[in-house]
């Protein structure tokens, strides 16, 4: 009679599973815990008997002779053969050995994309600005954004404004002139005293596009007897090339009245040491504004009002608020197929967060060359007048081909 037998095959292999818990860097694993394979006492195959009395043949019992088949109850068998699945390697070990030496490398090149490339890096690794030129000239790079571009695929002249305020904060902070951060010195600050600009000139050669690095110098210098110039020289950080120069004149204001201040003679002495001896980066523009209204107007933008994101910190509107509700009033014939080259703007007064202002926007008759010139204004519902300007326009992209006014 042939014994029934039960064949129970070993169990596979498991292999490691990461912990729960998450390593030092990132999410990766910091410990693996590998299920262990079951251990099979008899080798490779484990064999029971089926039935629990001894077979019978013609009524008499039948025993297995020694060198048979033996049950899972008898001594154990030799060692078992060597197979696939038990010659694997520890996986735990394994996988521990390799995440040790990616974690390794990856310290290693992340030390070493660190390291800048440019000598000017050295100096300023992390792009916040330093001064230089004997501590006269503060200089900073930006990289344009994405979000800092127009339809035109190139920054948009508020981004430019935004790095020429940027720059002039950063300036009188790492020199140690700002006693708050915004541009006070310790002495200013003493006597409720805050910078105001009454004139800003920007020439633009060409704009930068998406990516681009931008280097931007800026220093400052006397503007008569009771005011600061302060200039500005954008280049591209690859090339060279000039692509902006702008120019500006600065009072100071008494932060409580909101009156224009002469400059007492203790903030004189703080900030004369820092002034340069140099001539504007741009010609004063001198030319008067003419008087704008509704009448000589061709172009009226109303209801303008600014947002609370749009005030400063001394409480009044943003100066780079004001370009963007100028072009509000400029035709859309000429936003969509020129570009602003020149920009000149005369600050009246200040714009508080109730206000509501309009624009105008008239074709200015004394223009000459190949593009367009317009007068604009920018006041309030009741006449008060907050900004004058005047802005020259070429057709776009003619910077890239060289044509400059």
């Known amino acids: 009679m042939v014994l029934p037998l039960q064949v129970l095959h070993s169990s596979p ?56 088949l033996k049950t899972h109850d ?82 948009s002249i508020e981004t430019v404004m935004n790095h020429l305020q940027e720059t002039a904060l950063n300036h009188v902070k790492t020199a140690g002139l700002s006693n708050d951060g915004f541009g006070r010195t310790p002495e200013m600050y003493k006597r409720d005293l805050i910078w105001v600009v009454a004139k800003m000139q920007v020439m633009v050669n060409r704009y930068p596009t998406w990516g681009d690095t931008v280097e931007v110098n800026t220093w400052v210098a006397k503007s008569g007897k009771n005011g600061m110039r302060r200039d500005w020289l954008i280049s591209d950080c690859n090339t060279g090339e000039i692509l902006t120069r702008a120019s500006s004149v600065w009072v100071m204001m008494n932060q409580k009245t909101r009156k224009l201040s002469k400059i007492p003679d203790e903030g004189r002495r703080e900030i004369e040491p820092h002034f340069v001896d140099s001539a504007p980066v741009i010609e004063d523009d001198d030319r008067k504004l003419p008087k704008l209204d509704e009448k000589s107007a061709d172009s009226i933008r109303k209801g303008l009002t600014p947002r609370w994101n749009d005030l400063d910190v001394n409480q009044h ?43 105008l926007t008239a074709v200015d008759p004394s223009g000459e060359g190949y593009g367009s010139q317009f007068q604009h204004l920018l006041r309030l519902e009741d006449g008060g007048e907050i900004v004058k300007g005047r802005t020259e326009w070429r057709p776009k992209n003619a910077g890239i081909n060289g044509v400059v006014p």
């Not at 509700?325 to 400029?330: K, Q």
Request: proline share 10%; glycine share 8%.
């Open 74 to 155: 008898d001594a154990p068998s030799a060692p078992p053969p060597r197979t696939f699945i038990n010659q694997l390697p520890d996986w735990s070990m394994l996988l521990a050995a390799i995440t040790t030496a990616f974690l390794a490398a990856e310290k290693q090149w992340m030390m070493l994309d660190w390291k800048p490339k440019r000598l000017d890096m050295l100096e300023d690794p992390f792009g916040l600005g330093r001064i230089v030129q004997d501590g006269l000239v503060f200089r900073q790079n930006f990289s344009i954004r994405s979000y800092e571009i127009g339809a035109d695929r190139t920054a």
């Open 317 to 359: 509107v943003n100066n780079v608020k004001y370009i963007g509700w100028i072009l509000e009033s400029t035709p859309p014939e000429v936003l969509e197929t020129q570009e602003l080259c020149s920009l000149t703007l005369e600050y009246r007064r200040e714009c508080g967060r109730e206000s509501v202002l309009e624009s």
């Open 13 to 68: 292999c498991h292999l490691p599973t990461p912990s729960s818990r998450p390593g030092k860097l990132g999410n990766g694993p910091s410990s693996f815990s590998p299920l262990k394979p079951k251990s099979i006492p008899n080798g490779g195959l484990q064999v029971k008997a089926s039935a629990s009395a001894p077979p019978k043949i013609n009524g008499s019992s039948v025993g297995l002779k020694s060198g048979g």
